[in-house]
């Protein structure tokens, strides 16, 4: 466990591709997945964004012992901050009623909190029952039931369960993961009944199969028309995604420049927001950062 650890939630609020740098066979620009197939937000990009964004308000030694000294350097040296991979926890689906869900699954949640006590932060959800084989458990007041109680997300229609439990969790969830900015009331409030737990294989189906997949073009701007090879299928993340991660620090041995650990001397800078991944220019890769 590291001297010191917090937990981090990102909020998608623009599609995020980071991508696997190789090209799939249908998408030429995949996302970056682990072995199981979950697209991930890597350490590597994290950290640059983190850099990028405070670059302007912290001095170079500073940055050089939070993050390491950047490639290349005479003397390398190895930053106190750790990051965990960023991995989701909600992921966004269209719904025949109410326009969309975040859907999650008991192994992702399981998943999260296990990373939780290994770096030794408190986590403690209140409880939901797993769903039955291709089940999905809602709260009571689910804005996305049909007029036959049924949820239907994509092409698929679920029998459903409703129970407290999954309210309970919902607004429990969107009280430390959501930012408390008045703009996000809306979906503060909408999360109590937008939250959906579904079997652990649906929830790896709509990963893999139902991300945002967007045709690119690169246009030629001597004649107006599409450059020679220069069109693309390329994978994103879409908005409204909610990924969880962990920042821990640990002593290396060199004097600190701050007086406090760094995951406190982070904190302090008070991050609400980054931009990850490619499609910088297209405002891709908006995401809110949030601490539990």
Same mark, same amino acid.
């Given at each position: ?63 050089? !012992? ?35 869900? !975040?859907? $999650? ?6 998943? !999260? ?27 009571p007041d689910c804005p996305m039931l049909t007029g036959r109680g049924t949820l239907i997300i994509e092409e ?15 607004? !429990? ?67 409204? $995604? ?51």
């Open positions: 466990m590291p001297g010191a650890a917090a937990g981090v939630f990102l909020y998608v609020e623009t599609s995020l591709h980071i991508g696997a740098g190789e090209p799939g066979r249908v998408i030429d620009l995949p996302l970056n997945r682990d072995e199981d197939g979950v697209p991930l937000v890597p350490e590597s990009s994290l950290r640059g964004s983190l850099v990028a964004a405070i670059r302007r308000r912290c001095d170079k030694d500073q940055i050089v !012992w939070a993050f390491g000294s950047p490639p290349g350097s005479e003397k390398p040296q190895v930053g106190v901050l750790s990051f965990s991979p960023m991995r989701p926890l909600l992921f966004p689906v269209r719904t025949y009623q109410g326009v969309f869900a !975040w859907i $999650t699954c008991t192994s992702a949640i399981a998943a !999260w909190l296990a990373e939780a006590e290994r770096h030794g932060v408190a986590v403690n959800p209140p409880p939901i029952a797993p769903p039955g084989e291709f089940e999905a458990i809602v709260a698929f229609t679920f029998p459903v369960r409703q129970a407290d439990g999954m309210r309970r969790f919902a607004e !429990w969830l969107a009280g430390i993961a959501l930012p408390r900015e008045p703009a996000y009331g809306f979906w503060r409030e909408r999360f109590s009944g937008g939250v959906v737990l579904v079997p652990d294989e649906v929830f790896a189906f709509f990963l893999q199969h139902q991300t945002a997949v967007t045709q690119r073009v690169a246009i030629d701007p001597a004649t107006g028309t599409a450059q020679d090879g220069a069109m693309w299928i390329e994978e994103s993340l879409p908005s409204e $995604t909610l990924l969880y991660g962990f920042v821990s620090a640990e002593d290396r041995g060199h004097l600190p420049p701050v007086t406090v650990s760094g995951v406190s001397w982070l904190r302090q800078l008070e991050i609400t927001r980054l931009q990850i991944g490619a499609n910088r220019t297209l405002g891709g890769g908006l995401v809110r950062w949030v601490w539990i």
